[in-house]
């Protein structure tokens, strides 16, 4: 059974061959529209999606080419930072030929125009310093402007300065103490030249001084000499000292008519002999006119038989000291002692005593001192043994004979 046909069937029946083909040329068409239109719409998109990349390759490109231009400006900051300003300008300098606008260098390169020349007074002083002038390293240092930045490099070029005069004067104050004239002008020239740098220097003048007189010693001429008189009696003397005084007395004897002095030696080799002949039967007091007689006879130069007087007159002196020691007797007990170490400086008997006296005579004092309100009548015989008992040029000595003074009145 036949199916009803619908209209849709029903009219495309009734077109004809041209119709359908005209048809379908226009559905041909509307694709190819539709083909055109995507393939406008991605060859759109592909030309968005390239330049959104170019534009992101020229922002990556300034952008690097911006932290270049900023990395080159912190490193001529740091270069400054660190004094260096002539390899800082370098790089300003370059940054600026890259970026004449680059907000900052055009100050920089300012400060660098003066700092340079900052930096080479500097380095100046600093050679100068190396090579040990002091007053060159001062003037370089001066010439450095007072708006610096280089504050820290200043205060250091400064004290250098400092420890070099100090140096230096150490240097030629050893070079002094050598007396030899070459080194004292060379360390007359150092302190020249600290005294040039720092006119107050203390040290460097005294050393200057020292240098100025020392070379003028050395350079002195030496004075004419004229010979002296020939002494007759020396050739006694000499003889004497060897214990001689036989030929002493006969050279004595020859010269006597010619010249006082051979007289009067004569008389005292004599009156010398005589006692010493005598030697062991001597007392005290002919002992001390034996040594005498030697010390005038010779000049103070001493002979064989006085140092055999010395040594009797010491043992002589030093009972006599002790006696007067174990008596309480301090003032004698310390002139004997006194005397023995003057007959035989190496008695050691003698010396002891004296050291003994010498702690008792700090405790009398301090007796004396303490009763010296109280009992002044006890307190000044004390006072006067400390005096006795001790030397002139001793601080204690000084003192008692102070109160001495003080408690006569």
């Known amino acids: 059974r036949a199916r009803p046909q619908t209209s849709r069937a029903a009219a495309a029946a009734e077109l004809t061959p041209e119709m359908q083909r005209k048809r379908m040329r226009m559905k041909l068409a509307g694709a190819a529209v539709l083909v055109l239109l995507f393939a406008g719409l991605g060859v759109a998109r592909s030309r968005m999606r390239h330049q959104q990349e170019e534009q992101g390759r020229i922002e990556a490109e300034q952008r690097q080419y911006r932290e270049q231009l900023g990395g080159l400006f912190q490193e001529a900051k740091n270069l400054v930072r660190e004094g260096q300003w002539q390899q800082a300008k370098a790089k300003l300098e370059e940054l600026h030929a890259q970026a004449p606008d680059y907000p900052g260098v055009d100050d920089y390169l300012k400060a660098a125009e003066r700092e340079i020349p900052n930096q080479n007074h500097l380095s100046t002083a600093q050679a100068a310093l190396d090579k040990g002038e002091l007053a060159s390293a001062k003037a370089s240092i001066a010439k450095v402007s007072a708006d610096t930045q280089l504050y820290e490099q200043l205060k250091t070029a400064r004290k250098n300065l400092t420890d070099a005069a100090d140096k230096r004067t150490k240097e030629a104050k050893q070079l002094l103490d050598t007396r030899q004239l070459e080194n004292v002008q060379q360390a007359k020239a150092i302190t020249d030249d600290v005294l040039a740098t720092f006119p107050e220097h203390r040290d460097?003048?005294?050393?200057?001084?020292?240098?100025?007189?020392?070379?003028?010693?050395?350079?002195?001429?030496?004075?004419?000499?004229?010979?002296?008189?020939?002494?007759?009696?020396?050739?006694?003397?000499?003889?004497?000292?060897?214990?001689?005084?036989?030929?002493?007395?006969?050279?004595?004897?020859?010269?006597?008519?010619?010249?006082?002095?051979?007289?009067?030696?004569?008389?005292?080799?004599?009156?010398?002999?005589?006692?010493?002949?005598?030697?062991?039967?001597?007392?005290?007091?002919?002992?001390?006119?034996?040594?005498?007689?030697?010390?005038?006879?010779?000049?103070?130069?001493?002979?064989k038989m006085g140092r055999n007087a010395g040594t009797r007159a010491s043992t002589i002196y030093y009972k006599s000291a002790a006696g007067a020691k174990a008596a309480g007797q301090w003032s004698r007990a310390m002139e004997f002692a006194r005397r023995a170490l003057q007959a035989d400086p190496n008695h050691t008997g003698a010396a002891n005593i004296v050291n003994d006296l010498k702690s008792k005579a700090k405790d009398l004092y301090m007796q004396a001192y303490s009763i010296k309100d109280s009992s002044p009548e006890d307190a000044l015989p004390k006072f006067r043994d400390v005096v006795t008992m001790t030397p002139t040029d001793d601080e204690l000595h000084g003192k008692a004979q102070g109160w001495v003074e003080k408690l006569s009145r």
């Open 204 to 303: 460097g003048k005294l050393v200057n001084d020292d240098a100025v007189r020392v070379i003028a010693d050395l350079t002195r001429p030496e004075p004419v000499r004229v010979a002296a008189a020939p002494k007759p009696w020396e050739p006694a003397v000499d003889r004497f000292r060897d214990g001689d005084t036989s030929g002493a007395v006969a050279i004595l004897n020859a010269c006597a008519g010619k010249t006082t002095q051979c007289r009067k030696l004569m008389g005292q080799v004599t009156e010398f002999g005589n006692l010493y002949k005598r030697l062991e039967e001597l007392d005290a007091k002919g002992l001390t006119r034996l040594l005498a007689l030697d010390k005038d006879i010779t000049d103070g130069r001493g002979s």
